[in-house]
Nanobody, 126 residues
Framework: VQLQASGGGLVQAGGSLRLSCAVS????????MGWFRQAPGKGREFVTA????????YFADSVKGRFTISRDDAKNAMYLQMNSLKPEDTAVYYC????????????????????WGQGTQVTVSS
């Protein structure tokens, strides 16, 4: 499975960005999908995850109400709509795929994900 994240860039605080993650190699619909981010000098942080079939989502408290996750199984793609961006959202954003058979808060752990994209830089200026 290969994942390709795109859509990052430089935006002013309060602005919006939409990240995309293109997936190839296996049946996309069979994976739980997630977004993580990593700021300089910090560990990889959970942002959000979406279940198979898009029935359930998790969001980190820091992005609730501002970020939206979605997936299009027909296009083998996942999206992260980020609104009301803050300087503290600055990080490299990674998309990831999990073959975990259950939907639980364990999916907020990077170790639950089997495949990772290369990351896309998001920089929010104040």
């Amino acid at each position: 499975v290969q994942l390709q994240a795109s859509g990052g860039g430089l935006v002013q605080a309060g602005g919006s960005l939409r990240l995309s993650c293109a997936v190839s190699g296996r049946t996309f619909s069979g994976y739980v999908m997630g977004w993580f981010r990593q700021a300089p000098g910090k560990g990889r942080e959970f942002v959000t995850a979406i279940s198979r079939g898009s029935s359930s989502t998790y969001f980190a408290d820091s992005v609730k109400g501002r970020f939206t996750i979605s997936r299009d199984d027909a296009k083998n793609a996942m999206y992260l709509q980020m609104n009301s961006l803050k300087p503290e959202d600055t990080a490299v954003y990674y998309c990831a795929a999990s073959g975990d058979s259950s939907w639980s808060r364990r999916l907020q752990l990077p170790s639950r994900y089997d495949y990772w994209g290369q990351g896309t830089q998001v920089t929010v200026s104040s």
